[in-house]
């Protein structure tokens, strides 16, 4: 069946430490987003790519980078700079013909 | 740019009651606006969606929602809920017609939990 990965579901980081968290489809769609969830303030933008070798940041991008070398996979690292890592990531994709977003299940972050 | 606002962040319902969850948004121009719905620890399942024609527009699990342009709201019901329908919903808008870097970028409420007790 088709669908997006997220990997791993859970997540603990060191503070100083980057971390990388996986995001694969096999959807054969366009474009990616990375989402943050915190409780009580929705879902916000990281980045977005919607070709390969090409990527926007959203709203909240500093302390995260990106990058889309395949088609299937955009990768989400969390770096030092980001003074608030601990939160809930989601991943999606979307279909031109559909315009609905399709979501991972997500990885929950969480900085000891 | 568009702006989501969720009107309750909790509703407490008992089994089998109608239940309305409101979202109003905020736009220049003319938007596309979705429900999902997301589950403890689980990404988003899209519920519903709005991008032209019918103004009442149906979903799944008994889903529905009416889109309003002269008050802006996209308000999701369902006559007789159950507790599985316990979970957290979020209302989302875009661009319509959006190309360019612009195309699918959602903006998404701050969302709803909706608690269904027996």
């Known amino acids: 069946d088709g669908g997006i990965t997220q990997s791993p579901k859970y997540l603990f980081r060191k503070e100083g430490q980057n971390v990388t968290l996986s995001c694969e489809q096999n959807l054969n769609h366009d474009a990616m987003y990375w989402y943050r969830q915190d409780p009580g303030q929705g879902l916000r933008l990281i980045y977005y790519s919607q070709i390969v070798n090409d990527f926007q940041k959203g709203d909240i991008a500093e302390g995260y980078s990106v990058s889309r070398e395949k088609k299937e996979s955009f990768p989400l690292t969390v770096t030092s700079a980001q003074k608030n890592p601990t939160a809930f990531y989601l991943c999606a994709s979307v279909s031109g013909t559909l315009y609905g977003y399709t979501f991972g299940s997500g990885t929950r972050l969480t900085v000891v | 740019a568009q702006s989501v606002t969720q009107l309750d962040s909790q509703v407490p319902v008992f089994e089998e009651a109608p239940v309305e969850l409101r979202c109003n948004y905020s736009s220049s121009v003319s938007v596309y606006l979705f429900w999902y719905v997301q589950y403890p620890n689980q990404g988003l399942q899209l519920l519903l969606k709005?991008?032209?024609?019918?103004?009442l527009v149906k979903g799944i699990n008994g889903f529905e929602a009416e889109f309003n342009k002269s008050q802006t709201s996209f308000h999701l019901r369902k006559p007789s809920v159950h507790i599985s329908d316990t979970a957290e919903y979020f209302c989302?808008?875009?661009?319509?017609?959006?190309?360019?870097?612009?195309?699918?970028?959602?903006?998404f409420g701050q969302g709803t939990i909706l608690t269904v007790h027996p």
């Open positions: 989302a808008v875009s661009r319509a017609n959006a190309g360019g870097t612009s195309y699918g970028k959602l903006t």
């Open positions: 709005y991008l032209s024609g019918s103004t």
